[in-house]
């Protein structure tokens, strides 16, 4: 990089979203940093952060598959309530890739993800399993943390967003188009989540 005149971009200090002073119970953390799965649909993790535009803050929840690292479900939305954050964007990830078998949803400890609003969501799937992080631990939520800051470096940052429509198409643009379909990670071999997801199917079928 330092031959070629390139320098990485400078990482920002982030806002803190999760609230996880509240009365509903916690999860256990049956992920325990096991960042890993050998199928899609094993273990789906979640977070919620800003993004800043002109006229307002908004909030980005996704959902991502650990086996592909591919955003199965996200929502942008101007509110913090459940059913705009979190509910959204797991009723996307299921319609996505639906729950076929046991499945270890986790996140952290934050009210939108312990509500009951949401715990209702998982229990009409019996497959599945909420799991949160330990308290003010961001390493149990690793993987996640880590998409929310590569999309702010590669995306956010670069532009000045002007309302929540620009924002939308933006964040569109470098989910859907850019970041499951072509960007290369190294946990994956140096695959696009789709090629993964591909890979990982065509496993599936010869076993």
Known sequence: MKQAGLR????KRFKVTTDSKH???VSEN?????????ATGQAWVSDVTYIR????WLYLTVVLDLADRKIIGWALSRTMKAKDTKVAAFRMAVKNRPVIQPLIFHSDRGVQYACDEF???????FLISQSMSRKANCWDNAVAES????LKVECVYDYK??????????????????????????SLGYRSPAQMEQHLNQYALVA
């Not at 049956?30 to 050998?38: G, I, Q, S």
């Open 53 to 56: 535009t002109v006229t307002a």
């Open 161 to 186: 967003l002007e309302n929540q429509q620009e924002a939308s198409a933006t964040v569109f643009e470098y989910i859907e188009i850019w970041y499951n379909r072509k960007r290369l990670h190294s």
């Open 23 to 25: 009365n509903y119970p």
């Open 147 to 150: 998409f929310f800051k590569t």
């Open 8 to 11: 990485a971009k400078r990482i």
């Open 119 to 125: 715990r209702q969501e998982l229990k009409a799937f």
């Open 30 to 38: 049956l992920l325990n940093r096991n960042f890993t799965a050998t």
